[in-house]
C-alpha cells in the first residue's frame, strides 16, 4: 500500500507541475512561448528558466472561482495553510490543498479584480491587481520555472511574469511591476478564528482532482528534495523551512516561526525602513513603522473573539490586515510591507545572502 501511495505521489507530480528529474536543463524556446514584443529579451538568465513540463495552460488557472462558507467548510483541518484576504469587506481563503493543484486564481471581490497565485515549490503566495498597463486581464500558468518558481503569464500581451522577483521578466510588458495586495498565509483554524464569516474556495473547481492529496509526495518535509535545482544555495536554513521574508529592492530579511512562539510583536529596522512584524505560531505580518506611530507600544493578543491581532498603548485593536477595527484611532492602516512567507531555499535563490532576524 505504502509503495502503490508513493508511485501515485510521483505520477500526479509529473502531471501537475514538473520533470522527476531534480537536475533538469531544459530550456524554453528562445520566445518562451510569447508573441509580442522583443520576445528573445529576458530580465532573468534564458538558461535557467526551465520547462516545467505540462506546457502553458497545462496547470489550469481558476478563473470562475466558486465559494462556500466557513460552516459550509468540511474539506479542510484546522492546520490545512490557506492564503487569506480581505478587500472591500470581505474576507476570502484561498487553501493550499486547490492551490497546490492549480497556483493561479483570478477572482472578483466586489468589483475588485484579483489574482491570487502560489507556487508549491517555493511556498510562495501574492496576490496583485488583474491588470495591465491599466487594462483588466486574467493571468495564467506559463508552465516555464526560474529559480524553481512560478511564472505566470498574462492573456492580454502573453508577458512572462516572475512570481518571487515580481516583475515581468518577457514580453512586451517586460520591467512592469504588478500592484501588489497583502495576503496572509495561516492555518484554517486561525484564520476562521479572524475572520469567521470569511468565504472559503470551493473544491466545485470544474476540474477533476484529489484535492485531499499533496501532489508532490515528500517535496515540502524533505530538505534535500527538489524537482528544479535553484541556481543558488544558503545552508544558513534548511532548505525547506518557512520563513516570513520582507523584500526591499534586492535585498531581503527573513523571520523565522520560532521568533514569534506565543505570540510576539518586533519593530526592527531593515535597509533604512522601520518595520512592525507581528506573529505566533502559525502567522507572521509585517507593516511599514511611520515615525508617526513610533511612540507606540504593541502587544500580540492570542485568540480574540474580533478578529484583532495586536493592541497598542492608546487601546487601539489591530487587524491582521493593519486596520484599527475599535480604538481612538479607529479606521487607521499601517501600509503593508512586501513580504511573503516562503521557503529559506527560494528568498536565498532571489535576494542572496538575506538577513536572519
Not at 506546457?55 to 467548510?73: C, L, R, V, Y
Not at 490543498?97 to 489574482?115: A, P, Q, Y
Not at 514569534?260 to 525602513?273: A, E, L, P
Request: hydrophobic share 35%; net charge negative; charged share 20%.
Amino acid at each position: 500500500m505504502k509503495r502503490s501511495f508513493i508511485n501515485l505521489a510521483f505520477s500526479l507530480l509529473l502531471i501537475s507541475c514538473s520533470s522527476s528529474d531534480p537536475n533538469n536543463n531544459t530550456t524554453p524556446p528562445p520566445s518562451g512561448g510569447n508573441n509580442g514584443g522583443n520576445a528573445s529579451q529576458w530580465l532573468i538568465p534564458i538558461n535557467e528558466v526551465k520547462d516545467g513540463g505540462p506546457g502553458k495552460d497545462g496547470i489550469p488557472s481558476i478563473d470562475n472561482p466558486k465559494f462556500i462558507t466557513a460552516n459550509e467548510t468540511t474539506f479542510l483541518a484546522d492546520d490545512d495553510l490557506v492564503v487569506g484576504i480581505h478587500v472591500n469587506g470581505e474576507a476570502r481563503a484561498y487553501p493550499h490543498d486547490i492551490l497546490d493543484w492549480h497556483e493561479v486564481t483570478n477572482d472578483d471581490i466586489n468589483g475588485e479584480s484579483l489574482t491570487i497565485n502560489y507556487c508549491p515549490l517555493t511556498g510562495t503566495a501574492f496576490s496583485w491587481k488583474s491588470e495591465v498597463n491599466g487594462t483588466k486581464s486574467t493571468f495564467g500558468v506559463s508552465g516555464l520555472l526560474y529559480n524553481s518558481n512560478l511564472i505566470l503569464y498574462d492573456r492580454n500581451t502573453d508577458s512572462n511574469w516572475s512570481q518571487l522577483k515580481l516583475e515581468c521578466v518577457n514580453g512586451p510588458l517586460i520591467s512592469k511591476t504588478p500592484t501588489l495586495v497583502k495576503v496572509i498565509e495561516t492555518t484554517w483554524n486561525r484564520w476562521k478564528t479572524l475572520y469567521p464569516n470569511t468565504k472559503v474556495l470551493d473544491v466545485n473547481t470544474g476540474f477533476s482532482r484529489n484535492y485531499g492529496q499533496y501532489p508532490y509526495g515528500e517535496y515540502k518535509t524533505n530538505h534535500g528534495f527538489f524537482l528544479f535545482q535553484p541556481a543558488i544555495f544558503n545552508n544558513a536554513l534548511p532548505n525547506k523551512e518557512r520563513v516570513h521574508a520582507i523584500i526591499s529592492g534586492d535585498k531581503s530579511k527573513v523571520y523565522r516561526f520560532s521568533d514569534f512562539s506565543g505570540g510576539k510583536t518586533i519593530i526592527d529596522v531593515f535597509n533604512g525602513s522601520s518595520y512592525l512584524i507581528v506573529g505566533n505560531d502559525d502567522l507572521i505580518c509585517s507593516f511599514v513603522l511611520p515615525e508617526a506611530y513610533e511612540d507606540l507600544t504593541f502587544e500580540h493578543k492570542q485568540n480574540t473573539t474580533d478578529g484583532a491581532l495586536f493592541e497598542d498603548n492608546e487601546g487601539n485593536r489591530w487587524s491582521a490586515f493593519g486596520e484599527v477595527i475599535s480604538g481612538p484611532r479607529l479606521g487607521e492602516k499601517l501600509t503593508a510591507s512586501k513580504s511573503v512567507i516562503s521557503f529559506w531555499f527560494a528568498i536565498a535563490a532571489f535576494y542572496p545572502n538575506p538577513d536572519i532576524y
